[in-house]
């Protein structure tokens, strides 16, 4: 009956359980997001929502609580394992890619992610065409730099190819974590419209981690708030569509109920 | 003076596959593989125990290579425990210690497999013995050379076949970003295992080679071979550069026969040879040192 593409439900994470340092950072998590539905979750510094992404992905394993995806649980699945589903862009534009190898090897590994590699010629022709086709779109001349190594592009070159490597193999589900946020305003609205074209051309089921509220308004089609571990608040896109940014921060001062100078500093 | 020529290229290209094996390790795989010191002198011990034992010298170098592939699983598996489930690839402690734990075990294995510290190969057919058989040539030092100069050149081309495979992509992404390959569904344990494997494999290879070109093997044969190695590597980037795996794989080969032809001028000098060990060592810092003072004087 549930046609949700990923769904979590009573996810806990305790980490250091049982010692002094001891900290709950997700209690009861129950969300299914449909297949396609890009999601924004939003949440101050240590409201849970990069552990909620970390979570889905398999970083660690969970304190209780289970994540399926397409209907398979796979809570229990090793990173790796799971990776074969789930693509990942991280804050950091240097995380995505392996810097001393060219553009055109940092995608064909990309491109065997749902297979087993073998001793086959990692770089074929018939990958460079469709390697240039996905590079293409970015605007960024990369396709015509595909024997360059990684580490001679810029941040922001890095990150469209750190996207282009995460979806070139349709993933089932893509996480992405302040994947913006290391950038300059520029090149970071830039890699947002590549973000919103590449999602909606392949049909993503998305979950996007962002500190920046506008971002999280402007992008998506349901808005998540965490806070303290919890999700606090939970728009679809049509509540979310008559919001503002003030309003949100009414919101989340309505919800959290704390004072929060901190937050509403990183938040504007 | 031909004479320092030969015997470097000799050397140089004996111990290149090592050479390529610390590269391996060193450099694609960012593991500083100190297993290096046991798996040499393993092959050598391997092979030179068979061969002395009556079997064919092909088989007994073969024998070899396997057991030091089998040496850097054992390094890779041990990694895996030390580091226990942390994946931060910068931290070398699990990398050395496994290394260092691997290579302390084979000093008794090697003893184990001679049955003495060291195992004559004078009145026994090498394989180069067989080799000049059957080209029915008298092995001189350059036929030697021109040999190992094919070897060489074949095991690069075959490494850099490996390394453009699918695997070999992954196995390079292994040591370039970890976290990254992870994320796009690479078991990095089971790359890093296979990779230390091919790199222990080559680096006995060149102990089999030595202990049939020199005579004999002998326990202690390995005893700086991590340093003489990275000697080869450093000196091969520097000298050579390194614009791509491609012609880095043939500038480490470069970097082996120079550092050989080194210690060749170095013993006709009359530097003692148990000074050499010191002498590498102080090579190897100051090989490590010209970038760094290369980028201060451009900048002065």
Redo the contacts between chains.
């Keep these: 009956m549930s046609a949700a593409a990923l769904e979590i439900k009573g996810l806990r994470k305790v980490f250091f359980p049982g010692t002094a340092n001891q900290v709950v950072a997700l209690e009861q998590i129950d969300l299914a997001v449909p297949q396609a539905q890009f999601v924004s979750i939003i949440g101050s510094n240590g409201s849970g929502k990069s552990t909620l992404l970390n979570a889905t992905a398999g970083t660690f394993p969970l304190t209780a609580g289970s994540i399926e995806l397409d209907g398979r649980d796979v809570s229990k699945l090793a990173e790796h394992v799971r990776s074969r589903f789930v693509g990942r862009v991280f804050q950091d534009p240097r995380a995505g890619t392996a810097p001393s190898m060219t553009i055109e090897e940092n995608l064909a590994i990309a491109l065997m992610r749902c297979k087993r590699s073998g001793l086959r010629r990692g770089v074929t022709k018939q990958r460079r065409a469709l390697m240039r086709e996905q590079l293409g779109p970015l605007g960024m001349g990369l396709e015509e730099r595909l024997g360059a190594e990684v580490n001679k592009l810029s941040g922001g070159q890095r990150q469209a190819l750190s996207l282009v490597m995460s979806t070139i193999a349709e993933p089932r589900l893509l996480l992405l974590d302040e994947h913006t946020a290391a950038l300059d305003p520029k090149v970071a609205a830039t890699i947002m419209e590549l973000t919103g074209a590449i999602v909606a051309e392949k049909r993503l089921t998305t979950l996007m981690v962002t500190h920046n509220m506008e971002l999280a308004l402007r992008w998506g089609d349901r808005l998540i708030m965490m806070h303290g571990g919890r999700i606090v608040l939970d728009l679809d896109a049509e509540q979310k569509k008559r919001l503002g940014v003030s309003d949100l921060i009414a919101k989340f001062h309505e919800v959290a109920g704390e004072a929060f100078a901190v937050d509403r500093l990183l938040l504007d | 003076m031909e004479s320092i020529l030969t015997s470097g290229l000799e050397q140089g290209l004996l111990y290149c596959f090592m050479v390529l094996g610390v590269f391996i390790t060193f450099r694609v795989l960012d593991f500083p593989d100190l297993t290096v010191d046991g798996s040499l002198p393993l092959g050598a011990a391997v092979t030179a125990a068979l061969v002395a034992n009556g079997q064919s010298p092909l088989t007994a170098t073969l024998a070899g290579v396997g057991a030091g592939l089998c040496a850097g699983v054992v390094t890779g598996l041990l990694h895996i425990v030390l580091k226990s489930g942390e994946s931060d690839a910068t931290n070398y402690g699990p990398k050395l210690l496994a290394g260092i734990l691997t290579m302390t075990a084979l000093y008794t294995v090697n003893l184990r497999v001679m049955g003495r510290s060291n195992t004559p190969l004078l009145n026994v057919e090498t394989l180069f013995d067989k080799l000049a058989a059957f080209l029915s040539v008298s092995m001189t030092n350059w036929q030697t050379i021109a040999a190992l100069a094919v070897l060489a050149v074949l095991v690069k081309y075959v490494l850099d076949w490996?390394l453009?495979?699918?695997?070999?992509?992954?196995l390079?992404?292994t040591g370039?970003?970890e976290?990254?390959?992870?994320?796009?569904?690479?078991?990095?344990d089971f790359t890093r295992v296979i990779g230390l494997s091919l790199a222990n494999g080559l680096v006995a290879l060149s102990g089999s080679l030595v202990a049939q070109q020199q005579g004999f093997a002998d326990v202690g044969m390995g005893i700086g071979t991590i340093v003489a190695g990275l000697a080869g590597v450093i000196m091969g980037e520097v000298l050579f550069g390194m614009r791509s795996i491609s012609w880095v794989l043939f500038s480490v080969v470069g970097g082996s026969i120079v550092y050989r032809l080194l210690i060749a001028v170095s013993l006709r000098l009359g530097i003692a040879p148990t000074d050499l060990k010191l002498l590498t060592a102080a090579l190897v810092v100051i090989a490590l040192a010209v970038p760094t003072v290369r980028r201060k004087v451009v900048r002065a």
């Design positions: 490996f453009h495979t699918e695997f070999g992509l992954c390079q992404a370039d970003n976290q990254m390959i992870r994320a796009l569904g690479t078991n990095t």
